[in-house]
């Protein structure tokens, strides 16, 4: 066998190839999820008056379809209506989610910026080694947040996911595509942190695309599924893109160390 068809193909962009397995998204042992309803498996029912009601399945979940499809385990510290100021204000020391893992996953914004009209700001709230510094922007609770899973555990691979786009808003895909530069600067302020760019190479959640994978506005099943895929799938290609940096993922935690990564 060839080792050179697990490496980054010539010209190959993020998700232009879908492995069921997720390939090496599987190297984790355990990855904490940081999310909103979109990562809590939200499902919306109508009642015969045509009210909707709002259900957290996390059993449907893509973290949930990830750990069944990669074998690692996923903590979901996920609820709908989250963000990154409740998250970090509140919601994880009330649960105490803040718990040590091999790696992260965070998506959060939608909420934050669509729902409650978070001011946005930049990366340049974001001050890492001092998040006290932080003003109550989006970007400065993103980097408060960043800032605390480094203390909890400063080897953590952490895969930052940006917003995704819909084409039914032009104000919301200006805001996506905005967020999405910004976290491209934020990922270089921090050791170990990426960007799961989904605003530029996820799929396009429009009209046609909701036909199939939405039921109201969040995902059905199905939908839920390819989002998996999705997330799964970036971050086989983050490790292909940066081997050297996941040689040590099982000392993560640990005083080990191996020179290969020299």
Same mark, same amino acid.
């Given at each position: 066998?060839?080792?050179?068809?697990?490496?980054?193909?010539?010209?190959?962009?993020?998700?232009?190839?879908?492995?069921?397995?997720?390939?090496?998204?599987?190297?984790?042992?355990?990855?904490?999820?940081?999310?909103?309803?979109?990562?809590?498996?939200?499902?919306?029912?109508?009642?015969?008056?045509?009210?909707?009601?709002?259900?957290?399945?996390?059993?449907?979940?893509?973290?949930?379809?990830?750990?069944?499809?990669?074998?690692?385990?996923?903590?979901?510290?996920?609820?709908?209506?989250?963000?990154?100021?409740?998250?970090?204000?509140?919601?994880?020391?009330?649960?105490?989610?803040?718990?040590?893992?091999?790696?992260?996953?965070?998506?959060?914004?939608?909420?934050?910026?669509? /729902?409650?009209? $978070?001011?946005?700001?930049? %990366? =340049?709230?974001? *001050?890492?080694?001092?998040?006290?510094?932080?003003? &109550?922007?989006?970007?400065?609770?993103?980097?408060?947040?960043?800032?605390?899973?480094?203390?909890?555990?400063?080897?953590?691979?952490?895969?930052? /996911?940006?917003? $995704?786009?819909?084409?039914? %808003? =032009?104000?919301? *895909?200006?805001?996506?595509?905005?967020?999405?530069? &910004?976290?491209?600067?934020?990922?270089?302020?921090?050791?170990?942190?990426?960007?799961?760019?989904?605003?530029?190479?996820?799929?396009?959640?429009?009209?046609?695309?909701?036909?199939?994978?939405?039921?109201?506005?969040?995902?059905?099943?199905?939908?839920?599924?390819?989002?998996?895929?999705?997330?799964?799938?970036?971050?086989?290609?983050?490790?292909?893109?940066?081997?050297?940096?996941?040689?040590?993922?099982?000392?993560?935690?640990?005083?080990?160390?191996?020179?290969?990564?020299?």
């Amino acid at each position: 066998m060839n080792s050179k068809i697990f490496e980054i193909g010539k010209n190959e962009k993020p998700l232009d190839i879908i492995k069921e397995n997720c390939g090496f998204a599987s190297i984790f042992k355990e990855i904490g999820v940081i999310g909103d309803s979109l990562s809590s498996g939200e499902f919306e029912s109508t009642d015969k008056d045509g009210n909707i009601s709002y259900h957290d399945m996390y059993e449907y979940s893509w973290p949930s379809i990830l750990e069944r499809l990669t074998g690692t385990k996923y903590y979901n510290y996920s609820r709908g209506g989250m963000t990154f100021k409740e998250f970090y204000d509140s919601w994880a020391d009330a649960n105490k989610f803040w718990e040590k893992r091999q790696g992260y996953i965070v998506c959060l914004g939608n909420n934050d910026l669509y /729902v409650f009209n $978070q001011k946005v700001g930049s %990366s =340049k709230d974001i *001050d890492p080694l001092h998040p006290e510094n932080n003003p &109550e922007t989006y970007f400065g609770y993103m980097g408060k947040v960043l800032s605390k899973l480094k203390v909890l555990q400063k080897d953590a691979r952490i895969f930052l /996911v940006s917003l $995704q786009i819909d084409h039914l %808003s =032009k104000e919301k *895909d200006e805001m996506a595509y905005y967020v999405s530069k &910004e976290m491209k600067k934020v990922v270089k302020m921090f050791s170990y942190i990426y960007l799961i760019d989904l605003t530029n190479y996820g799929p396009i959640y429009d009209e046609e695309a909701r036909k199939k994978f939405a039921m109201g506005f969040h995902p059905n099943p199905m939908g839920y599924h390819v989002f998996a895929l999705a997330i799964g799938n970036y971050i086989d290609y983050v490790i292909r893109k940066n081997f050297k940096d996941f040689f040590e993922v099982p000392f993560i935690g640990t005083n080990l160390k191996n020179e290969s990564i020299k």
